[in-house]
């Protein structure tokens, strides 16, 4: 796989402050609920559209990208189920009469890499990917691939779930995230030439029918220690530590594997730290029981310190974040079940 590097992130997700809350040792307390926050180009845009766009926003901020060289690649699974059930009820009241031709592009699988692509104005490969709790690693690897085949300089890669009126209902009442995961990827070299830091290099992938086999096609390559391990169940014995963000988040679903990926950033700022492995899919993510995407398909990703990351943080322990530290409430996209 040729090199690719992760070199900016923002999330915006429900009690989350950013990616070093991920690890789940930040004990700040959420502020005021910022739903009724205004911001221009949101409205009458599903839930999901309107978290990535906010994520994709704080990630891109003071970052200039190649317009025609910039890919956006989504992974989610419910995005805007909303919207469609939304037209579904509409046409059983009112038959299509009553449909807004307005809205009819919002019914699109691929509205949220859109909006993404033209609120930036990005027309590089835009792709949204629906391949079950995989998908969000899934989406790193395609990331690599554009970078890898020229088809893109840039990679701007999203996983965003929404826990809407009609995900709760489809759910039961699971607990699930609410957020989105932003992540800029781009080659080493042009991270170089614009004075980025690289923070994490996406160093393999492995995807396959059994979870020993996907994380032996990612680390077959790599003889140092791993020191963090990113997914739900049993430890493989590849990690000294494991850590399960759905237990904190909810079932992630589609988001899982860019929110993992994020989570791995702040463990590489430490000196020591230098290596990450992420394992999504099967039974044992705690996401399977949903139902969603292939039952045998599992996914892992190792992602590594680059030589370029000077570490930034402590080496004794996690770092938490203080006290005072400002966290996001839930309101990053509006009423969290609404019908905007």
Sequence with gaps: ???????????????????????????????????????????????????ALRATRRALRGVTLPASGTAVIVSSNLGNLD???EFVDTIGKETVVGLSPMRVPHMSSNVT????????????????????TTSGLDAIFWATALLAAGRA??????????????????????????????????TPARARARGARPRAEIHAYGRAADRAEAVHRATRTWR??????????????HAAITVDLTAR??????AL???????????????????????????????RPDGEGDPS????????RPAENVPTRPADGLLARPADDVTYGNGFGGDRHDDA
Excluded: F
């Design 1 to 51: 796989m040729k090199r690719a590097v992760i070199t900016g992130c923002a999330l915006a997700v429900t009690g989350v402050a950013d990616e070093y809350d991920l690890l789940g040792l930040g004990t700040a307390a959420a502020p005021e609920d910022d739903a009724a926050r205004a911001e221009i180009g949101l409205r009458h845009k599903d839930r999901a559209s309107r978290l």
């Design 83 to 85: 919207t469609v059930c």
């Design 113 to 132: 890499a859109s909006w993404i692509a033209l609120d930036h104005g990005l027309r590089g490969p835009n792709i949204t990917l629906c391949s079950g």
């Design 153 to 186: 300089e840039v990679a701007v890669v999203v996983g965003v779930e929404p826990d809407t009126a009609p995900v709760a209902r489809l759910h039961g009442g699971t607990a699930r995230l609410d957020g989105a995961v932003c992540l800029i990827l781009e």
């Design 224 to 237: 140092d220690p791993i020191g963090l391990r990113l997914a739900a169940g049993p430890g493989t014995g």
């Design 249 to 254: 988040l909810g079932r992630c679903s589609g």
């Design 257 to 287: 594997g860019v929110l993992q990926c994020a989570a791995a950033l702040p463990w590489l700022d430490r000196p020591g730290h230098d290596a990450v492995l992420a394992v999504a899919g099967d039974d044992g993510t705690g996401d």
């Design 297 to 304: 398909a599992v996914a892992a990703v190792l992602l590594t």
